[in-house]
């Protein structure tokens, strides 16, 4: 056997394979984010162009790709309510090039669909939060509720007399107001729609009595007063409707529906991807024109580590699976 090099030569190799052994995990992220321009990174969103979630990542994407120097693409897979580009991501390599935009409904659809051939929870590496979104209690004039509790007190002395619309079965507007339900105690008479405009547009014109809506869709309807604004579903106020109490403070139910956003990767990418993704979303995420771009679909920019965000995704999967059980809900 020859026996190992004592030579200066042979003192640097040694040094400089010490050296890669250290910090070879750091070393391949740069790599990584500089790939070469024929292999961008993938932004799957699973819904259609022009949502929330689509916003995000176009709004998201051209910052990340110069903080990378690698190209970002934007891939619109929408169906079977967000499911099938879950999937797409699920199916991915776990290298980093593809990732998932999503909201809450991801964790909604693991318990509203247990035949699905993956399991969010398993089958995904949640990278970082990226914005919260509030839903706000609406009602038409015609009910003469002026807060929440009044919805509440009403449905107590006269059960199954009021409606709300959803914009269908399984949707967080449906969700939401399930909650708001079995939290106040009150029974309330679910009509499904084929999407929010004709559950808006029924609701505006007084063939239903209630809603849950994303705050930048019901605020214009309350400016006009065609809506009622009755509570929040959130822990706090928002401040494009500072003086709407949240559900809490209506006396009407401790009930938080925020929904959250955020950013997945295939199950197995490296932790050291991840973390570079994550540190630089946070960046991005901070930035004014990123709020600006934000704002009018009624998000509020909103990082967090990958573990924050994994606990986050757990918590919420289980809470949701135990209303979806106890109010039997099966997607149509």
Do not use: C
């Not at 708001?180 to 559950?199: D, M, Q, S």
């Not at 009407?252 to 956003?261: E, H, P, R, T």
Request: net charge positive; hydrophobic share 40%; glycine share 10%.
């Amino acid at each position: 056997m020859t026996p190992p090099t004592t030579t200066p030569h042979g003192l640097r190799r040694r040094a400089v394979l010490g050296s890669a052994l250290l910090g070879g995990l750091a070393a391949s992220v740069p790599a990584w984010a500089q790939a070469a321009a024929a292999a961008p990174i993938r932004l799957v969103v699973p819904f259609t162009p022009g949502t929330g979630i689509d916003l995000i990542a176009r709004t998201v994407g051209p910052k990340l790709a110069e903080r990378l120097g690698r190209p970002v693409m934007v891939d619109n897979k929408p169906g079977a309510s967000g499911n099938i580009g879950t999937e797409t991501v699920v199916r991915a390599a776990p290298d980093g090039a593809t990732l998932l935009v999503s909201v809450s409904t991801l964790v909604m659809n693991r318990s509203l669909y247990p035949s699905l051939p993956f399991d969010p929870l398993r089958d995904l590496v949640p990278v970082a939060r990226t914005s919260w979104g509030q839903l706000v209690l609406v009602t038409h004039p015609k009910t003469g509720f002026k807060t929440a509790a009044d919805l509440v007190a009403h449905a107590h002395k006269h059960p199954g007399r009021l409606n709300y619309s959803s914009p269908g079965v399984g949707t967080p507007h449906h969700l939401s107001m399930e909650l708001f339900k079995n939290t106040a105690g009150v029974f309330l008479t679910h009509i499904p729609y084929r999407g929010t405009g004709p559950a808006l547009a029924d609701l505006v014109g007084g063939q239903v009595d209630a809603m849950f809506l994303p705050i930048h869709v019901a605020l214009g309807q309350i400016k006009a007063g065609r809506l009622v604004a009755l509570g929040l579903g959130s822990d706090q106020r928002h401040p494009l409707l500072p003086d709407l109490p949240t559900l809490a403070e209506a006396k009407a139910g401790n009930v938080n529906v925020d929904m959250w956003y955020g950013v997945f990767a295939p199950k197995g990418t490296p932790e050291a991807v991840v973390n570079t993704l994550n540190t630089e979303l946070k960046t991005i995420l901070a930035s004014d024109d990123v709020r600006r771009a934000f704002e009018p679909q009624g998000m509020d920019p909103s990082h967090s580590t990958p573990q924050e965000f994994a606990q986050l995704v757990q918590r919420d999967a289980e809470r949701w699976a135990r209303l979806i059980q106890a109010q039997n809900i099966k997607a149509e």
